[in-house]
């Protein structure tokens, strides 16, 4: 983040998803990068359910995540 490696960051996190799609840190870190730094709503809120179905019991700082990516989205609509 402090670099702006965003690129590079991105491209890490899907090498790590096509190795195993179940990452869970590498699934929360790039919904986290594709809404904060890249402004990819619709694909960070994707990842977001993704991460929160893996967990045993809901994270709820994700949940959060979630109903805010949801308000923004519709908002832009």
């Known amino acids: 983040r402090d670099s702006g490696a ?3 960051a991105e491209a890490y996190y899907r090498r790590v998803l096509k190795i195993n799609h179940n990452d869970e ?3 929360r870190n790039l919904g ?3 809404d904060l730094y890249r402004g990819r709503l ?3 809120l994707v990842l977001y359910e993704k991460y929160q179905s893996l967990q045993t ?3 709820p700082k ?3 995540w979630i109903f805010d990516t949801k308000s923004r989205l519709k908002a832009k609509q």
């Open 62 to 64: 994700v949940k959060d």
């Open 25 to 27: 840190l590498a699934i």
């Open 42 to 44: 619709e694909e960070a």
């Open 6 to 8: 965003f690129d590079e």
């Open 57 to 59: 019991e809901p994270d």
């Open 32 to 34: 986290i990068l594709l």
